[in-house]
């Protein structure tokens, strides 16, 4: 029996995915976000915080509690064949698939924090936005 599977047997695992990121706006400034001169009326402002991709991925937010993690329950999502056929009972393989639904190519993952690959554009606006996925666990005692 694998990990995951062990885990399930005796524990209900709530995974919680927040999200950060850092937000870059054109402004009317004449300099960009590192303080360095540009063109007048050219310029760029910066603004790092929490995310919540429910909402928009293009607005960031000061506190945590401002906004909804992206939750999967395991118990309430998969069956356990359906685990072991999708992600091979890796935990890590399940957590990433969900992560790059939001961050698209993930650049790096050190078990907890994974990083994109590339920033969102709005092409509209001409923001861009630099994402993480942060990962919480939490496990419950079974038949809960």
Excluded at 6 to 27: A, K, N
Aim: glycine share 8%; charged share 30%.
């Amino acid at each position: 029996m694998n990990r995951l599977t062990q885990l399930l047997t005796r524990t209900r695992p709530v995974v919680r995915i927040y999200f950060t990121g850092t937000l870059i706006s054109p402004d009317d400034s004449d300099t960009n976000v590192y303080g360095e001169p540009v063109e007048e009326g050219c310029g760029q402002s910066m603004e790092s915080g929490w995310v919540d991709p429910n909402w928009s991925l293009m607005a960031v937010f000061p506190n945590k509690e401002d906004v909804r993690p992206t939750v999967i329950d395991l118990h309430d999502q998969y069956d356990r064949e359906e685990l072991e056929e999708r992600f091979g009972g890796n935990l890590d393989d399940m957590i990433l698939a969900k992560i790059s639904d939001t961050l698209g190519a993930i650049d790096s993952w050190d078990g907890e924090t994974a990083y994109a690959a590339d920033p969102i554009e709005d092409y509209r606006t001409g923001e861009s936005m630099m994402l993480a996925a942060h990962v919480e666990i939490s496990y419950e005692k079974a038949g809960r």
